[in-house]
C-alpha cells in the first residue's frame, strides 16, 4: 500500500515502515560513526520502542556490541492498516541487529504488568543469564496497577493555580494563549502513579529477587526539568511531582543495591520532539525557538546524539558530573545561561507572523513527522510498500 501521514491533533495515526527503518539506520550508522564504548554488553531497555528508549538500546547494542531485550507496548500491522511507529522501528533494530551479529529480542505488552516482568525474568535466565544495564524510559498517560488492578491515568496540570501561556499549532504554525486549570481531587496522586518511581523499582526489585543483575549493574531512568517559561505547567506541576518522585527512587535503588555493587541514576535530558512531548502545551512553541538558537549555536542534539553522549562521556566515560540533587545532567547545553536568555527574550516577541523567522517551526515539524517515519530523506513516499512487517524475534 501506499502509506500517507494523517493526524489528528499531536498524533498522527499512521507510520511508514521504510521511513522509520531509515531512521533506524541513521542511528546505526551515527554510533558507528563516533567509535566504540567501553559499555555494557547485557542491557534490558524498558520502553525501547521510540525516542529516547530506542536510542538507548540502538547506543547499547551498535556502541558496545551488547545483547538487549527491548520491552514496549506496540501494535503490529494488519492489512491496510499500517504499525505503529515504534513497532516497525523494532522490527528494523533487530533486522540490523541480527545482521551485525547482536543478540536481540523483543517483549510486546504492558510493562506495568507482573505478566510481562515474569516474561522478561524467564528470557534473561535462558538467553543471557544477568544484566547489567538497565534503562528506564517508560512514557505512557495510564498504568493499571499489577496488584491491585485499579487503573490510574496521569494528568498535566499545573498545582495551585490556572497557568496561562502562549503555545503554538506546530501543523499550522499559529500561536495563541492556553489557560490550563490547576490539579484537583487525586490528579498529583494519580500522575505520580503512572509516572513515577514505583514501577521502575518493582522492575529491579523483581531483577535482583531472582539474581538477574550482575555485580556492579547500573540502572538509569529518564527524566526533564525545562525552562522558566514550562515551569509551572511542568516542573512544577503534576507532571513535576512524577518526577520528584522517580528521582528520589533513584537512591533508594542505589541502597537496595549496595549488595551488589549497583547503582541507580537519573539522567536529565534535553527537551526534544517526542510523541509525550507534543502533547504538552507550550514546549512545542519553546522547542521551535530553542531548536533554532542551539543549531546556530552548533549545539543542537536529537535522541541519538543525546544518549550516545551519555554513554560516551557520563555513565561510561569517567566522569558524571552530577549536580548538586544527584543527576546525570545533558541538559546542559540547553540550560546554559545564554541559551535561556535569547528563550526568555525570543518568547515576548513571538507571533504567528514572525515564528518563521525566529524559531524553527519547520525543523520541529519535520522531526515530528520523522517519529512517524514520514519526511525521512531516501524515502520514496509514492512507492508501494508492505505494511505488514514482522519484529523477527516475533516471529
Not at 540502538?58 to 531485550?69: E, L, N, P, V
Not at 549493574?217 to 512524577?242: D, F, H, L, M, Q
Amino acid at each position: 500500500m501506499i502509506i500517507e501521514p494523517r493526524t489528528r491533533g499531536f498524533i498522527c495515526l499512521t507510520s511508514h515502515p521504510v521511513g522509520c527503518e531509515q531512521n533506524v539506520k541513521n542511528q546505526i550508522k551515527y554510533i558507528k560513526s563516533k567509535g566504540k564504548i567501553e559499555g555494557p554488553k547485557r542491557v534490558l531497555v524498558l520502553g525501547a520502542s521510540t525516542g529516547f528508549g530506542l536510542a538507548s538500546r540502538i547506543t547499547s547494542a551498535f556502541g558496545s556490541d551488547a545483547a538487549t531485550i527491548g520491552v514496549f507496548f506496540d501494535k503490529p500491522a494488519t492489512a491496510g492498516r499500517p504499525a505503529s511507529p515504534g513497532y516497525y522501528n523494532t522490527a528494523a533494530f533487530e533486522k540490523h541487529a541480527h545482521k551485525a551479529g547482536l543478540y536481540a529480542k523483543s517483549i510486546n505488552g504492558d510493562a506495568f504488568s507482573n505478566e510481562i516482568k515474569q516474561q522478561v525474568v524467564d528470557l534473561i535466565k535462558e538467553d543471557l543469564g544477568q544484566i547489567d544495564l538497565i534503562i528506564y524510559s517508560l512514557a505512557s498517560p495510564v498504568r493499571t496497577h499489577p496488584n491491585t488492578g485499579k487503573r490510574f491515568k496521569s494528568v498535566l496540570k499545573p498545582i495551585g493555580e490556572v497557568f496561562t501561556n502562549k503555545t503554538v499549532d506546530f501543523h499550522t504554525g499559529k500561536i495563541s494563549e492556553i489557560s490550563i486549570n490547576p490539579a484537583e481531587g487525586d490528579d498529583v496522586k494519580n500522575t505520580v502513579t503512572v509516572m513515577g518511581g514505583e514501577d521502575w523499582k518493582m522492575w529491579i526489585d523483581a531483577l535482583k529477587s531472582e539474581n538477574l543483575l550482575a555485580d556492579g549493574a547500573t540502572t538509569v531512568a529518564y527524566s526533564y526539568i525545562g525552562p522558566e517559561v514550562t515551569k509551572p505547567v511542568y516542573r512544577n506541576g503534576t507532571i513535576g511531582a512524577a518526577k520528584d518522585h522517580l528521582e528520589a527512587t533513584a537512591f533508594t535503588i542505589t541502597n537496595d543495591l549496595k549488595s551488589i555493587g549497583g547503582k541507580a541514576y537519573v539522567s536529565v535530558n534535553k527537551a526534544l520532539v517526542t510523541q509525550a512531548s507534543s502533547a504538552i502545551p507550550v514546549i512545542p512553541l519553546y522547542i521551535s525557538l530553542l531548536f533554532k538558537i542551539m543549531k546556530e549555536n552548533g549545539t543542537h542534539e536529537g535522541c541519538i546524539e543525546q544518549i550516545q553522549r551519555l554513554y560516551s562521556q557520563r555513565l561510561f566515560g569517567g566522569d558524571l558530573s552530577l549536580d548538586e540533587k544527584g543527576r546525570i545532567r545533558v541538559d546542559d547545553w540547553e540550560m546554559r545561561e545564554d541559551v535561556q536568555a535569547k528563550i526568555t527574550d525570543l518568547w515576548k516577541k513571538a507571533t504567528t507572523e514572525n515564528l518563521s523567522d525566529i524559531g524553527d517551526l519547520e525543523g520541529y515539524n519535520n522531526e515530528f513527522f520523522n517519529l512517524f517515519g514520514f519526511r525521512v530523506d531516501g524515502v520514496d513516499y509514492n512507492a508501494d510498500v508492505n505494511e505488514l512487517v514482522v519484529i523477527p524475534s516475533e516471529k
